[in-house]
């Protein structure tokens, strides 16, 4: 079970990595100038997706913590930090 929580918390962690860095590059849009907002596509993806990601994570630990299975919470872990690499490559435009 502490495997399972430690690579939860890995997990989360970097995804709540990516919506601080998410939540600083719409600021950034924010300030260009006046009338210059950030559209919803990028609200989207650097904002709404990192922390419902994180959010999931949370609430799948606290659900088998319960249950005191950890195999679940190891597949959902690994899943979100393979999940990461493709985000990742469309975080800044692709190639």
């Not at 990516?18 to 009338?35: C, D």
Request: aromatic residues 14%; charged residues 5%; hydrophobic residues 50%.
């Amino acid at each position: 079970m502490r495997t399972a929580n430690i690579l939860a918390v890995f997990s989360s962690t970097l995804w709540l990595g990516m919506f601080y860095i998410g939540r600083n590059l719409t600021y950034g849009v924010y300030t260009h100038g006046e009338g210059v907002f950030p559209n919803s596509e990028q609200i989207d993806h650097y904002i709404v997706i990192p922390i419902c990601v994180a959010l999931i994570l949370a609430a799948f630990a606290w659900v088998f913590n319960g249950l005191r299975s950890p195999q679940p919470l190891v597949a959902i872990s690994i899943l979100s930090l393979v999940g990461l690499l493709p985000y990742i490559f469309t975080y800044t435009g692709g190639m």
